[in-house]
């Protein structure tokens, strides 16, 4: 069937996808831009954001892909992306509010919970969740001035949902170093799920769409032991892969999702039915 007949196409349709140059950033922008959409690229440094880029459109040079620089914390530099894209494109139809942190110190986010330091819970939280109201604040007073349909994702967690098994973690390391799933993960992403639930309902009448996308756990450097540890709690039997999710978010900023607002779509292999 026709793209434009099933709903999927989006030609003619600007999107910003926050954390552009992540494992999953990369698929969901290359994803967007594939189906027609204008994707602007945004990263902490337009360094990141254009490296991004360029590896996108090696070999498909055809792709309408920008990289943009933009601190989600920071009020000015979101405002900033807002006007430069619509100066750019017209509009702004799809918002991906995908950015998240581990901080800067790996050690500092693994810290078990009776010693988490306030300011590490805080740097999280100002990515993980105060990014998102802003970029969601910012994007939406900007759809609320366009006649047409718009949509926004919000990338969540499957620990958004249920609490980390901690028996996966034994034994377990990422890159070398012994990891678990923290608090702050948990709560910032379940924290996502209420800011899409509520925009939702506020923004519903004005036809702009909210969703969540919840990852289950993708591969991406972790051992063999947390890999089949993992793999033993998921009716698959498997992690993800970072381009499963793809077709998710292309039903999500489309039109194929119009009478779909203010639910968490889960892509975790069924781990979070068992």
Known sequence: MDDKRNGFNLEKKTAIVTGGSGILGLEFCRTLAENGANVVLVDKTYEQASLAVDKLLTGNQVLKIIPMQCDVTNVDEVNKIVVETVGQ???????????????????????????????????????????????????????LKQSSSSS????????????????????????????????????????????????????????????????????????????????NRVPLGRMGRADELNSALLFLASDASSYMTGQNLIIDGGLTCW
């Open 89 to 143: 494109f017209g509009s702004i139809d799809i918002l991906h509010n995908n950015a998240a942190t581990k901080t800067a110190d790996l050690s500092d986010f693994f810290e078990p919970f009776e010693t988490y330091n306030l300011n590490t819970w805080r740097e999280v939280m100002s990515v993980n969740l105060d990014g998102m109201f802003l970029m969601a604040q910012a994007v939406g007073r900007q759809m």
């Open 152 to 231: 926004i994702i919000q990338t969540s967690s499957i620990y958004g949902v249920v609490a980390p098994d901690k028996r996966i973690y034994s034994g377990s390391n990422y890159l070398g170093r012994e990891i678990n799933t923290p608090a702050v993960y948990a709560a910032s992403k379940s924290a996502v799920i209420g800011l899409t639930r509520y925009l939702a309902a506020y923004w519903g009448e004005s036809n702009i769409r909210v969703n969540s996308l919840s990852p289950g756990g993708i591969e991406s450097g972790q051992n063999m032991t947390f890999k089949n540890l993992y793999s």
